[in-house]
């Protein structure tokens, strides 16, 4: 069972020290849906994986108010105000855990955006009730997100070869996160 905090409703966007991590809004959901581009945009913005987190979060209803905080967001960078990456989640929490989703456009890798992004963001997830538990998942090839997900805390758990899940539980915060 789902149960979303209305705390979680009115949230807008989450700043890092670089970043802004701003809800997606219903017309930038649905030109990323429909492939326009937006002004704000970088030259490399979007990539296929943004589309697909358009098109998710949408499928999941998670444009609501009340759902929107677990739906998907763009990074901004705060240097020059352009879009460079998503970041968010696939749904709602099940059994208090929540899967977490991102990309960084090719343009802006390698500056620890997407490790400056996950971090920020699970950290806010992980600080409302009904949510102990974030995932994510990669393949094993994906040197560079699995390297961003232990720089962001995540633990990789044993599993399938085809696809590695790491996780952090609010347990696992260092102290001054929690």
């Known amino acids: 069972m789902s149960i979303i905090p209305e705390s979680l409703a009115a949230d807008a ?8 991590l701003d809800l997606m ?8 849906i429909i492939q326009t581009r937006g002004p704000d945009w970088s030259e490399d913005f979007p990539q296929p994986a943004d589309y697909d987190a358009a098109r ?3 499928e999941a209803g998670l444009l609501t108010p009340a759902a929107a905080a677990f739906g998907m967001r763009l990074i901004h960078e705060c240097s020059t ?10 749904g709602v929490p099940l059994e208090n855990a929540v899967e977490v989703t991102y990309n960084v456009v090719p ?14 963001l699970t ?14 998942y990669t393949e094993p090839a994906n ?10 805390g995540f633990l990789p758990e044993e599993g399938s ?3 590695l899940r790491f996780s952090l539980r609010r347990d696992q915060l260092p102290e001054a996160s929690r």
């Open 81 to 90: 105000s352009l879009v460079v990456g998503t970041i968010g989640f696939d």
């Open 25 to 32: 809004t219903v017309a930038e959901v649905d030109a990323l």
């Open 56 to 58: 998710r979060a949408f």
């Open 161 to 163: 070869t085809m696809v």
């Open 143 to 152: 040197e560079a997100s699995q390297s961003v997900l232990l720089t962001a």
């Open 13 to 20: 966007g989450i700043p890092t020290e670089r970043l802004s």
């Open 107 to 120: 343009s802006r890798r390698g500056q620890g955006y997407a490790a400056e992004a996950l971090i920020a």
């Open 123 to 136: 950290r806010f997830i992980l600080d409302q009730p009904g949510v102990d538990e974030v995932t994510a």
